[in-house]
């Protein structure tokens, strides 16, 4: 099996968060597939972050596109040029106003490795404490919660957190941190 070979690729859609590119694609058998349609996006981050206190930061805002205020890490959309740590500790420190003294990088994945092109980098951020007043984006109401690891297991384990990225990450963390066995 090879990698497909891209005839033609245009772009059917370009604003800062939707880009839709449609690729002409030739399968290694032969097969040409007329339209393979790609959302374009930046790499996004987040984060499992423990304070000083051992308390997980999780955070609480409205999702427009499932209708329904959700609990969730802190994370966000890496920046041009902008190393997936520094994203994460900049939209970390923006959504919460926390600051960390240890960083970990924890793997990545990607929400959909056919239509998508991104990937979510996750981190284990640990010795919290905050530092600052939260600086949210004009469009961005958050609610900040300190919960203990139980709490977050529980969250998860009831299916109250919709995010599946944050899931991942929470799964993640809590195998670092000796609080999973698989």
Not at 4 to 11: D, P
Not at 52 to 71: A, F
Not at 159 to 165: D, E, G, I, K, W
Request: aromatic content about 10%.
């Amino acid at each position: 099996m090879e990698k497909w070979t891209i005839l033609e690729s245009k772009y059917l859609h370009r604003k800062e968060w939707l880009t839709i590119r449609e690729d002409k694609c030739r399968m290694d058998n032969g097969t040409v597939i007329p339209a393979f349609y790609v959302n374009e996006y930046s790499d996004w981050v987040n984060a499992f972050a423990l304070t000083k206190e051992g308390k997980v930061l999780l955070v609480r805002q409205y999702r427009h596109g499932i209708d329904s205020i959700e609990t969730e890490l802190p994370g966000g959309v890496s920046e041009h040029g902008e190393s997936m740590e520094a994203a994460c500790r900049r939209e970390v420190e923006e959504e919460t106003g926390y600051t960390f003294e240890s960083w970990k990088c924890l793997g990545k994945v990607s929400a959909n490795a056919s239509t998508t092109n991104n990937f979510t980098h996750f981190f284990l951020a640990t010795g919290g404490s905050r530092t600052s007043a939260q600086k949210l984006d004009e469009s961005e109401e958050i609610e900040v919660l300190e919960l203990s690891i139980d709490e977050v297991k529980a969250i998860v384990r009831e299916n109250r957190m919709m995010q599946s990225l944050h899931v991942n990450c929470i799964f993640y963390a809590l195998m670092e941190l000796g609080e999973l066995n698989l």
